[in-house]
């Protein structure tokens, strides 16, 4: 099925060990966004790719890098992770062009990182 | 500061009745608005979009309004299942901007 595939699904870390989040999808979309889900504090954005070979910060970028590696990939990389990172992380697409500018974001399954 | 704000309490209603969900906003000039369906653990879902320019625009039973005078968009499900059961999210694209900003969600149960 088309869509956007996480990877891994789950991850426990220990307080200082870097991990990379890896997002990729098949619908030939030209943006790319991280999120972090918290309760309570709903969904924030982290890091958004708005075309193959350009990244910005969102709102919460402390603590993270990403690169988009082609038009399908997105990764999202903890370098020293804390425990103020345990949190799930969704990855989204969207394509802006045309009359898909009136479709929304397409979601992955999410990632549950458990920092500890 | 910008603000997005859903109710935070649960939306308890009957099977059968329509369900009126509610998005407000402050100091964002939004060119359109999203309402998101989100299932415990599962990502979003997009449901629908409405510009600025647009009162009102309906889907099957889901029906959304967008006041830029009040700041506000309602959401609502009419014939409500329980299968409709879930957390409803708005998110905002500010005129300028390029990425959605969400509210925290609102969860809506609906009893048989």
């Known amino acids: 099925n088309a869509g956007v595939t996480q990877t891994p699904k789950f991850q426990v870390l220990k307080t200082g060990q870097s991990m990379t989040l890896q997002c990729a999808q098949d619908m030939n979309h030209n943006s790319m966004y991280w999120y972090r889900q918290d309760p309570g504090m709903g969904l924030r954005l982290i890091y958004y790719s708005a075309s193959e070979g350009t990244t910005d910060k969102g709102e919460v970028p402390n603590g993270y890098n990403v690169s988009r590696l082609n038009k399908r990939e997105f990764s999202l990389r903890l370098e020293s992770a804390a425990p103020s990172q345990t949190s799930v992380y969704f990855c989204?697409?969207?394509?802006?062009?045309?009359?898909?500018?009136?479709?929304?974001?397409?979601f992955g399954s999410g990632t549950r990182l458990t920092v500890v | 500061s910008q603000k997005i704000e859903q109710n935070s309490e649960a939306l308890n209603i009957q099977e059968g009745k329509t369900a009126t969900l509610t998005c407000n906003y402050t100091?964002?000039?939004?060119?359109?608005l999203q309402w998101y369906r989100q299932d415990p653990g599962r990502g979003p879902v997009f449901l629908l979009l409405?510009?600025?320019?647009?009162k009102e625009k309906r889907k099957e039973r889901l029906k959304v309004t967008f006041d830029t005078t009040l700041k506000q968009s309602l959401f609502h499900i009419t014939a409500s299942q329980p299968a409709d059961s879930a957390t409803y999210l708005c998110?905002?694209?500010?005129?300028?901007?390029?990425?959605?900003?969400f509210g925290k969600g609102t969860m809506l149960l609906v009893s048989p």
């Open positions: 998110a905002l694209l500010n005129s300028g901007y390029s990425t959605l900003t």
């Open positions: 409405i510009r600025e320019n647009e």
């Open positions: 100091n964002y000039s939004p060119a359109y």
């Open positions: 989204a697409s969207r394509d802006w062009t045309g009359a898909a500018f009136l479709n929304g974001y397409t």
